[in-house]
């Protein structure tokens, strides 16, 4: 796989991991309104109390996704640590300090070139040349890889 394919799937987890995050905030919300009453049923006194059916489904919604976010938090944090420690193995410190600010911190090429004092060219044309820099080396140390599967997202290299 491509060093750009290979860095580039930790944003892809981070995407994920805030989906999940924006819809268990949306199921929260939902928590939080108060349903209106049918006042057309029929009223009857005694009987069994009926639950809000919807309501408790909406919890454990909540819970389930919570249970998925924590374990998608800790996946990345360990793809991000593997991520980390390959591209330390470059040698050049330009190189490790541009492959981190675009792949673990998701900048932009413009915000790394502002950053570093470069202009954007001359960012892009160090960003290209630590990419290849890394598929040498990761090729020549013979860096193993591993594969995550989350949410169906499999992060290998």
Do not use: W
């Amino acid at each position: 796989m491509p060093a750009k394919q290979y860095l580039g799937q930790l944003k892809k987890l981070d995407e994920k991991i805030r989906q999940k995050r924006e819809k268990l905030q949306n199921l929260k919300e939902c928590t939080k309104s108060t349903g209106s009453v049918d006042v057309t049923k029929e009223r009857v006194d005694g009987g069994k109390v009926s639950t809000d059916a919807t309501y408790v489904d909406t919890l454990i919604q909540i819970e389930k996704l919570d249970k998925e976010i924590s374990e998608m938090i800790k996946e990345y944090n360990v793809y991000e640590r593997e991520i980390k420690r390959h591209i330390n193995i470059l040698t050049n410190e330009v190189y490790i300090t541009l492959l981190r600010k675009r792949y673990v911190e998701f900048k932009t090429l413009s915000q790394i070139a502002k950053e570093m004092n470069y202009s954007y060219d001359y960012a892009r044309f160090l960003h290209g040349k630590a990419l290849k820099a890394f598929e040498i080396e990761t090729t020549k140390k013979n860096v193993r890889c591993f594969g995550l599967t989350i949410d169906n997202l499999t992060l290998k290299c």
